[in-house]
Nanobody, 125 residues
Framework: QLQLVESGGGLVQPGGSLRLSCAAS????????IGWFRQAPGKEREGVSC????????NYVHSVKGRFTISRDNAKNTVYLQMNSLKPEDTGVYYC??????????????????WGQGTQVTVSS
């Protein structure tokens, strides 16, 4: 099982920024595409962004395009999600995943699999 640990969440005012981290435990991220997902209270989990194993290809869903940036540092075995201009609707628990990903254009999905604990992001004044 590919174990990933999310961190960096918190409480931020609308318009603020946060940077989330996704760190691998027990394996090397180098060969894996990584996806970020989120789940708002009372809603289904949804895809947010993907990055290819080499970092040369990225995908964003329409609602975050132009505000969020996904990146990776394979030397640190970590993938990041820089979130700017945050809105209340960005509130939710954010998760990352390294398998069963479908990523193209503005489509980000994961076909099953287990999830880690995630990191809570709350955007509120």
């Amino acid at each position: 099982q590919l174990q990933l640990v999310e961190s960096g969440g918190g409480l931020v005012q609308p318009g603020g920024s946060l940077r989330l981290s996704c760190a691998a435990s027990g394996f090397t991220l180098d060969y894996y595409a990584i996806g970020w997902f989120r789940q708002a209270p009372g809603k289904e989990r949804e895809g947010v962004s993907c990055i290819s194993s080499g970092g040369g290809s990225t995908n964003y869903v329409h609602s975050v395009k132009g505000r969020f940036t996904i990146s990776r540092d394979n030397a640190k075995n970590t993938v990041y999600l820089q979130m700017n201009s945050l809105k209340p609707e960005d509130t939710g628990v954010y998760y990352c995943a390294a398998d069963r990903l479908l990523c193209y254009s503005d489509y980000v999905r994961r076909l099953g699999g287990s999830w880690g604990q995630g990191t809570q992001v709350t955007v509120s004044s």
